[in-house]
Each structure stands twice: as structure tokens, then as C-alpha cells.
């Protein structure tokens, strides 16, 4: 029998009593790890009973002594660095050079957070009248939800939780259903670094669990990362519901390749960029634009495209792992067939791909369209598999109107050797992370994760400065205080200004 994943409510490891547990699969073998509840109504309810009482005594605790928290939980987090990547690997597929990444990734947040009481200084200005100083204060909210999707169970819930506790809050996490036990260890790690355990809970569940904390009257804000589609449901019942609400959204990534661009680096990191995690990535890029020359490069790009084997996350040579699920595989097998349907040249299809061993994995194989135009599916959908389309346009201007025209804004690169034409780009493109000469430039910690458009619902983004705002109130005092009323003996040599 699988395991049953458990929750933790009230600081307790606890079963859950609901009658609808899904399966949580392998994606490499199809076999069954574990179990994952539901979450009853009244489970949800406790956990968030359970945050706002324990916001009462963590938001007293001394910012230092939280920041001190995160140290510790740092330590702890690198110490289990790969145990935490074996979890991740066995319920995503990833690579474990990729399950690594994704545990890193996050432990870049929890340094981030450690640094929480420079974040949270306020502002002070004296005298802006006479004998009247202005500043401002830093606060937390109170309870805060995360709900996170399946593609960094490690990154993405360490993106939300250490940010918002280190500031003051207590916490409510609805990791993925298809990979929880990740975000389970993540949990019992903090614990064991020493919050009080209630100030983060765990519940698990789908759109019913979702929308119960969406229209929770005790819930100030809500973070999410996932589809648009469910982006959009978080973004508008969250904000009726009158919360603070940051919503992360799909994608498509353009990589703008100029003729003068260094070839070798160029096919190196499209290759790795766009079936690397097998696709499953925010900022994929799934369509290379090539400038003018640039576009003898397609042969090249598909001798290197078709070097890659999916495999298992133990095979050391695996270039990348499974989808996660069945239906993630049908759906990209569908989309390619769609792009065949509508016109696109189809130079290698990895529909139908085995890998020895393996035969109930959920394999899809480096998949290369050239010809793709701005109406097919396969350019207005986000693929999330490992598929790259490649476009052409005539000059950077053309390809700049070609990005800034899809409604998608999360990432885009530019690869070149002039710095004229680098510049042009990152002015004029209307997308949130840009990379110059870097296929996937995804901010560290210290910036912000800085989606646009229709990839960011919502003004705070994560991480950086801007998580420190989205977890917190500003509070300003101005204040006076009479020189009349220092007690006797106390006026200093150079006090002798009345007020009056
Ligand atoms: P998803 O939208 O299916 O699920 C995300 C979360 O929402 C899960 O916890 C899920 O249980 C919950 N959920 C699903 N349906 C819901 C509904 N109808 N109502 C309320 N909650 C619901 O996303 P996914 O498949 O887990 O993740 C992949 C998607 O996430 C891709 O579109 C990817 O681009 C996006 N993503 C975006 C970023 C970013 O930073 N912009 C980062 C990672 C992933």
C-alpha cells in the first residue's frame, strides 16, 4: 500500500479524515509513491483557525531572532540538499542535476529572507515641520496562503513562505497535488530550524480547497504560481474577496537569435533551454526567432535537438525526465499533431518516444517545428513540453513587434555581439525578465521574479524588495512632542527653543 500523505494543522502531523485521496504517480514508471487527501472543509478551516492564532505571538517575535530562523533553516536545507532532490526527482521526473537546481533555487530565497531586518527598515524623516518628525513603519499582514504548482514543488513554495513568515506572518500552503511530498519535507525541515511549528500549515487539495481559502475571511493575501487559466480564477476571487493578491502565470518564452551572435553558445543554450525539465519550465523558450543569416542555423540546432535522450533520474546521461502525468503527455502529443495540421514543418517528433525500461514512463522526445507562424496553436499555446518552434523575421525590429504582440510577458532572450542591438532589446521589449546572451535569465533572490502581462496578475511580484511590500503594511507616524513638558532638569544646553 502507498503512503498516505499527511498534513500539518495546528503544528500536528495529522491524517486526513476526507473520503478522496488521488494517486501521486512516479512519471517515470507510472508507479503509485503515495496518496494525497483532499482536505476536508473543516480541515482547512482549522489550519487557518490554527495561522491567525499563531500570528498573535510570531508577528512579537524580534525580526533578528526570525531572520535567525532562516539562517538555520538554510543550514538545514543545504544539509539535506540531495535527500530533498531524491524526494523531487522520484515525484517530477527531473533530472537530478535538475532536482538539485530547483532545491537551490530556493534556498537562494531563505538567504534572501535571512536578510529581513535591512528589508524591513523604514524611513525617517526629521522635522518636516517645526519640531515634527515623519516615519514609517514596516508590519505584517497576518495570515497568508500560497498555492503553488507542480513544476518546482522545492523552488516555488520557498519563493512564498520564508518571505512571508520572516516578515511577521504566519502562513497556509496548498502545494500541488501531483508532487506534495517535497513541500511536506520543506515544512518539516522549518520546523526542526525552530518556528513555532502553527505558523506554517500544510493542507492539500484542488479548486474546492483553493476557493475555500480564496473566500477566507481571516486570509490577507494570496500568492499563487500556475496556469493562466486558473491564474485569472485566483486574481479575480481573491481581489472580490478583498485580499492582497499576487497571481504567476504560463508563458511563452521568445529567444531572439541575431547573425552575429556566436553560433556554438547559441545551439547550446537553445537546446538546454527549451527541453530542459522537459519544457516544464515558466521561462522555456519554446520559439526561437532567427534574424536574417541566423537562419541557416536550423540544421545545426537540429543535430544538437536530436542528441538528447529522456531517461529516468538515476541514468546520469538523461537530458531530461518525463511529463508529469499522462495527460500533460496526450496534450503535447495533441498540440504537435495540431501544428502538423496547420502548416508547420515538423523536423523531429518525439510523439510516441520509449525509453528502454521504462515503458509506462510519460516520455515525449525533442520536438522541432520550423515555419511556425503567429496563428497556430503551437505559438498561441503554452506547450510546456519539450518542443521548440522556430520563426524567422527579417530584422530585430520585427522580431521586437513579434514578442510584443503575444500576450505572454514572463521571459525573453536576445543572443548577439552588439551591444547597439542588446540595448535596442531590452528597452523596447515589453516582457518582464530579459536575458542578453542568457537563454533562461531568471532573477536571483535579491531582484524580483518580475513577470508582465498575461504572465503576472498583480503589482508585488516574489522575492526581492517587492515580496518584503506584497507581506507588509507600511504604517506612517508623525510625530510631536512638546518641549514644555521635559521634565525639570532634564533641558539639555542647546534646548532652549520654544515651541510657542
Ligand atoms: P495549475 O494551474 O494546474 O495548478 C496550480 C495550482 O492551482 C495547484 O496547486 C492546483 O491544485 C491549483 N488548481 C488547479 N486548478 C484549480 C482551479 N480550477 N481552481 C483553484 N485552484 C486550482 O498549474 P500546474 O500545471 O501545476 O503548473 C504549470 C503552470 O504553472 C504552467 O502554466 C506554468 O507556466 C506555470 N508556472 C508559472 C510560473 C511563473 O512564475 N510565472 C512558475 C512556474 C509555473
Known amino acids: 500500500m502507498s503512503k498516505k500523505v499527511k498534513q500539518f494543522i495546528g503544528g500536528q502531523a495529522i491524517e486526513s479524515q476526507t473520503s478522496e485521496w ?41 525580526v533578528t531572532k526570525r531572520a535567525r530562523i532562516m539562517l538555520d533553516y538554510q543550514a538545514l536545507l543545504k544539509k539535506h540538499h540531495d535527500e530533498l532532490a531524491e524526494i523531487l526527482a522520484e515525484e517530477t521526473g527531473k533530472t537530478f542535476e535538475d532536482a538539485k537546481g530547483d532545491v537551490w533555487r530556493g534556498i537562494e530565497v531563505v538567504e534572501h529572507a535571512a536578510n529581513a531586518p535591512s528589508l524591513m527598515m523604514g524611513e525617517f524623516v526629521e522635522n518636516v515641520a517645526n519640531g515634527i518628525d515623519s516615519y514609517s513603519l514596516i508590519q505584517p499582514l497576518g495570515v497568508c496562503a500560497g498555492i503553488t504548482p507542480f513544476n518546482f514543488p522545492a523552488m516555488i513554495p520557498l519563493w512564498m513562505f520564508p518571505m512571508a513568515l520572516v516578515c511577521g506572518n504566519t502562513f497556509v500552503l496548498k502545494p500541488s497535488e501531483q508532487d506534495p511530498n517535497t513541500p511536506m519535507r520543506l515544512a518539516e525541515l522549518l520546523y526542526e530550524a525552530g518556528v513555532p511549528r502553527d505558523v506554517l500549515q500544510v493542507v492539500h487539495g484542488g479548486k474546492q480547497q483553493v476557493d475555500q481559502l480564496l473566500q477566507h475571511p481571516d486570509i490577507k493575501a494570496i500568492s499563487f ?17 478583498l485580499k492582497r493578491v499576487q497571481a504567476f502565470a504560463g508563458a511563452k518564452n521568445h529567444m531572439v537569435v541575431m547573425p552575429d551572435a556566436n553560433k556554438q553558445q547559441v545551439i547550446n543554450s537553445i537546446v538546454g533551454a527549451s527541453c530542459g525539465a522537459a519544457g516544464q519550465r515558466c521561462m522555456a523558450i519554446s520559439i526561437a526567432v532567427l534574424v536574417g543569416e541566423a537562419n541557416e542555423w536550423i540544421d545545426d540546432i537540429k543535430d544538437a535537438m536530436a542528441q538528447l535522450k529522456p531517461g529516468h533520474w538515476k541514468d546520469p546521461s538523461a537530458a531530461y525526465g518525463p511529463l508529469i502525468n499522462k495527460q500533460a503527455k496526450a496534450r503535447v502529443e495533441g498540440l504537435i499533431a495540431k501544428g502538423v495540421e496547420e502548416g508547420a514543418e515538423l523536423l523531429l517528433d518525439g510523439r510516441n518516444y520509449q525509453v528502454d525500461g521504462f515503458p509506462d514512463g510519460n516520455w515525449v522526445g525533442p520536438t522541432l517545428f520550423k515555419g511556425v507562424q503567429p496563428h497556430m496553436s503551437i505559438y498561441q499555446e503554452e506547450i ?8 524567422s ?35 523596447e521589449i515589453q516582457v518582464g525578465q530579459v536575458g542578453i546572451n542568457i537563454p533562461i535569465p531568471v532573477p536571483l533572490p535579491f531582484f524580483s521574479f518580475t513577470g508582465w502581462r498575461k504572465s503576472f496578475y498583480g503589482d508585488q511580484h516574489a522575492y526581492g524588495k517587492q515580496a518584503v ?5 507600511t504604517k506612517t507616524v508623525t510625530e510631536r512632542w512638546f518641549e514644555d513638558d521635559i521634565p525639570d532638569g532634564h533641558h539639555g544646553p542647546n534646548m532652549t527653543i520654544s515651541m510657542k
Open 22 to 62: 488521488l494517486p501521486v504517480d512516479n512519471p517515470a514508471t507510472g508507479e503509485v509513491i503515495a496518496e494525497v487527501p483532499m482536505a476536508t472543509q473543516d480541515e482547512v478551516e482549522q489550519a487557518v483557525a490554527s495561522a491567525k492564532k499563531a500570528f498573535e505571538t510570531w508577528k512579537e517575535v524580534p
Open 225 to 241: 504560481v500556475g496556469s493562466v487559466p486558473v491564474a485569472e480564477h485566483i486574481y479575480r476571487t481573491g481581489t472580490q474577496h
Open 384 to 391: 510546456f513540453g519539450p518542443v521548440l518552434g522556430l520563426m
Open 393 to 427: 523575421a527579417e530584422s530585430l525590429e520585427d522580431a521586437i513587434d513579434l514578442i510584443n504582440n503575444n500576450p505572454y510577458g514572463n521571459g525573453t532572450s536576445i543572443f548577439t555581439d552588439s551591444g547597439a542591438a542588446a540595448r535596442k532589446f531590452q528597452h
Open 469 to 473: 511590500r506584497f507581506y507588509t503594511e
